[in-house]
């Protein structure tokens, strides 16, 4: 398993990718209904592996502003690593709304 913070358009985005169970995970809070064929980077690494991976759009919070996709990028990693890594089965991003701009301080600070 492997991640990649995506950098396109001026924006950052968190890629994770299991070659092994052929799947790909996209946390991006300006998804505007975007699909993994909207990034680049997907076509990328399905070319390098030889696979065509099965790719899901998290459901993560998303930014009210156009400064915040690298904290953004921040938190859904940090999500990932405490405890969706874990679980990947059963534990995915189930977030609606937006994140707040004091909920950054927080982030920053933990």
Known sequence: MFYN?????????????CPDFKFGYIADSLNERKTHKNYMLVNIIEEVFEINFKWQMAQCKQKK????????????????IDSI????????WN?????????IEYLVVD
Do not use: A, P, T
């Open 85 to 92: 890594q874990h679980d990947l089965v059963n534990r995915l």
């Open 5 to 17: 913070f995506y950098f396109c358009s001026k924006h950052w985005s968190l890629i994770i990718v």
């Open 65 to 80: 502003c156009n400064w915040e996709c690298g904290y953004m990028v921040i938190k859904h990693m940090k999500e990932f």
């Open 95 to 103: 977030e609606e709304g937006y994140f707040e701009e004091s909920q």
